[in-house]
């Protein structure tokens, strides 16, 4: 008999779906399958869970690899529970509900007190969750009254590995810029899929390790899994006590089970974890790119991965780009960056962020360890602020002189506007980085027409729609028509761009004039 539940080495607890279909495996035989590269994605997890639950296999897996010093991914389903339990000290290190507080569970630190009377309730994994859902819109509050033991596995990882700081006591994880940032997730690959990717960035934490070690002080043999360390919630870890891919725990949790039903208890902290503040999220997670003038991780805002900031993240010098952004050549020939965030605010969620990002096999050179990425930056640059110019000094004026009727001077201030210039700024994110690697072979003097004809021909439609749907009194219909014909006409003139030629298309005539 053990004294522990819902051994996650063991028992069956977690979907996966293939090209065998549905079954359930343990996270020993989800790694197994990993390892032999089969086509592997989880049913049970949650949009915003996806990079947490990764993250989190890649580095066991890793982690295993690193202190056996055989770097096999291929071995059975026994190999790697062998090799977990080895990694966490104790059976209970991957059990999820163990009674005895004086042993670690999984995601679970012990409790040297021994007690845990004032330890707030937790009744369902959303509520132990990392979204916020305080006003109880969009995403309900305690939605899983009878959630699977996988939904509280997620729940606690997402938590454990991603949070940020929501309130006095209540502190974040040591990957990331500060509390109310987020740990983002930059990389690329052959494709988006798990199994795809789970490879090559077991392989990335393990090309890094060194460099972690001699750059960042961390421990080879230093604590790998920081729930397996008794925590009263008074002292924090030193990063030099650390293993280089330590997996972290921000919160003070343990699951009960109270006659088949499973509860958290989580109780706050005087100090966060790990002693990292200092260093703004630059721990050496290999997903996280670091700006270059202060070092700090990057923080996603609201606005997400459009195109703007993907071009500053994949081509700027400004920012250091995170190691498993390196193409390689098993990326095959046609690589994707993916790109991923839950952004969070004060007391808010600010959305979850993703953005793939494909390549095409002409522009992959400019990627690889020896390729020239400023040449595509340059580009993507003077693109940028073509944008904006057909934006601020075309576009707009158009627009406002037609929700104006045609007055005689534009009033700047006014927001009629906004939302077409809003579609317009869409369209240019969807065909930004296609035209751009489209454009890549090509001198300056050649795309940048190109460019500039694309533009036009995309103002061209979102003006054309605005006129039959912003509201114009019929008395001066005619005339705000014409003005802003004028002032997108002269404007475009004026500003160097000109009528797209049949070259540069795609039909772009035929849509800029529906």
């Known amino acids: 008999m053990t004294d522990f539940q819902h051994d996650l080495l063991t028992d069956p607890i977690f979907g996966v779906e293939g090209i065998d279909g549905r079954s359930q495996v343990s996270l020993a035989g989800l790694l197994a399958r990993l390892g032999r590269r089969e ?34 991914l291929d071995r059975s389903e026994q190999e790697w529970r062998d090799a977990l339990r080895a990694l966490g000290g104790s059976a209970e290190a991957f059990a999820l509900v163990v009674p005895d507080l004086a042993k670690p569970a999984f995601m679970q630190p012990p409790v040297p007190e021994r ?35 996988e939904h509280w596995v997620y729940a606690l990882v997402s938590l454990q590995t991603t949070e940020g700081y929501s309130g006095r006591d ?51 043999t230093g604590t790998a899994l920081l729930w397996t360390v008794p925590w ?98 098993e990326d095959g020939r046609e690589p994707v960056f993916i790109a991923r965030a839950l952004v969070r605010g004060q007391g808010k969620t600010e959305g979850l962020h993703e953005r793939v990002v494909p390549v095409p096999e002409k522009a992959k050179k400019f990627f690889a360890p020896d390729g020239d990425r400023s040449h595509l930056g340059s580009f993507a640059k003077a693109r940028i602020e073509r944008v904006a110019v057909m934006r601020n000094k075309v576009l707009k004026p158009a627009l406002l002189a037609i929700a104006q009727g045609g007055p005689a001077k534009v009033n700047f201030d006014d927001k009629a506007a906004d939302v077409h210039i809003d579609a317009f700024e869409a369209r240019v994110d969807a065909l930004f980085f296609a035209q751009l690697f489209d454009d890549a072979e090509l001198d300056a003097s050649e795309a940048q027409p190109r460019w500039d004809a694309t533009l036009l021909a995309e103002a061209t439609a979102v003006k054309k729609r605005a006129e039959r749907s912003i509201p114009i009194p019929i008395s001066r219909r005619q005339r705000a028509l014409a003005a802003g014909d004028r002032a997108f006409v002269g404007s475009s003139f004026k500003q160097g761009f000109r009528r797209p030629t049949a070259d540069v298309t795609g039909g772009i005539d035929d849509r800029a004039s529906d």
């Open 39 to 72: 086509a592997t994605e989880m049913t049970g997890l949650m949009p915003h869970q996806q990079h947490a639950w990764y993250a989190l296999v890649v580095q066991l897996a890793a982690l295993v690899l690193a202190r056996s010093g055989d770097t096999r």
């Open 115 to 149: 007690t845990l009377d004032e330890w707030n309730v937790l009744r369902t994994p959303d509520a132990l969750d990392v979204l916020v859902t305080a006003k109880n819109h969009d995403v309900k509050q305690e939605r899983f009254r009878a959630a699977a033991i």
């Open 170 to 220: 209540n502190h974040g994880v040591a990957r990331m810029n500060g509390g109310f940032s987020s740990r983002p997730s930059i990389g690329a690959a052959g494709d988006v899929a798990f199994d795809v990717r789970y490879a090559r960035d077991v392989t990335t934490w393990l090309r890094e390790r060194d460099s972690l070690v001699q750059e960042r002080g961390y421990e080879p």
């Open 232 to 329: 009263d919630g008074t002292e924090s870890l030193a990063l030099s006590t650390l293993d280089p891919a330590f997996i972290e725990v921000c919160r003070r949790i343990r699951l009960t089970d109270d006659g088949g039903s499973l509860e958290a208890r989580s109780r706050a902290t005087k100090v966060p974890r790990i002693a990292a503040k200092e260093l703004k999220g630059a721990t050496g997670d290999v997903w996280t790119p670091l700006k270059m003038a202060d070092g700090a991780a990057l923080t996603v805002s609201g606005d997400g991965f459009g195109y703007k900031r993907m071009a500053e993240l994949l081509f700027s010098a400004d920012w250091r780009q995170s190691p498993a952004q390196l193409v390689r050549s």
